[in-house]
């Protein structure tokens, strides 16, 4: 069914699991309405409540009508694309949160990076398969339910971080981060001046056990901007990780 350049997808019979999905929208922005890549139905199949959207004027007025739980930008040229609807989505506080998806061309090492850095929570690049996709998408919703720990809030040093609240301030200031970039600052700054180790992080907020993983290194780099000078307490451990201590003198 397609109401002004809106597909919306939906299924007669669900298992159980696809009931549970159900609950997640996904809204996925594409250059065409029949893309070969088939997003849609795999989404579809999987349960997932979808809603395509083929006029990029129209994504970001879908996205504040119906707050989605993901957004996929899946265009010829994503990155180049995308800039502005990544740039419009992070700015506006109704939807600066939303995990976003980039689906880049093959080897796309330099799109990806770009991706990252815009603020893209993953990136997939052509082609994949619908099981890899279904189970990235997956582990994406799985993350960007901000990490709750049973310990209360961190206030050491410059930084406060609620999990309860999902909120992060510097000096007092409320600093606006991405899922990822959140659950990452906590995940350090949970740990006092312990050292969390890489793989960990890979592993809880990236959901990975790929050493060569680069996805960490561009949050982290995101999240110290964000954070201002109070991103210098994020230190590098060589070898181990990161540690959430007072930058030496």
Excluded at 47 to 61: A, F, H, K, N, T
Excluded at 71 to 90: F, S
Excluded at 108 to 129: K, M, N, W
């Amino acid at each position: 069914m397609r109401h002004n350049g809106v597909r919306m997808i939906r299924t007669e019979l669900e298992t159980p699991r696809q009931r549970a999905n159900r609950a997640r929208l996904v809204i996925v922005a594409e250059k065409e309405a029949e893309s070969p890549l088939d997003l849609n139905r795999h989404l579809e199949e999987a349960g997932y409540s979808c809603c395509q959207v083929v006029d990029e004027d129209r994504l970001v007025l879908s996205v504040r009508r119906r707050v989605p739980d993901l957004v996929i930008l899946n265009r010829t040229q994503a990155v180049n694309e995308g800039r502005n609807l990544i740039a419009e989505l992070r700015q506006d506080p109704l939807t600066a949160d939303i995990p976003i998806v980039v689906v880049i061309p093959r080897g796309g090492t330099t799109e990806t990076l770009i991706a990252f850095a815009l603020g893209a929570d993953e990136c997939l690049s052509r082609p994949f398969s619908a099981r890899l996709f279904v189970a990235r998408v997956t582990a994406l919703l799985r993350r960007a339910q901000p990490v709750r720990a049973i310990s209360d809030e961190t206030h050491i040093g410059p930084i406060y971080v609620d999990p309860a609240a999902c909120t992060v301030e510097v000096e007092g200031e409320p600093v606006r981060l991405t899922p990822t970039e959140f659950n990452l600052l906590w995940a350090v700054t949970s740990n006092g001046d312990r050292v969390t180790r890489r793989g960990d992080l890979l592993r809880t907020v990236f959901a990975t056990t790929d050493p060569t993983d680069r996805r960490i290194d561009v949050h982290m780099a995101s999240l110290r901007k964000k954070l201002g000078d109070a991103g210098e307490w994020l230190q590098t451990i060589r070898g181990a990780g990161y540690a959430y201590r007072a930058p030496q003198e």
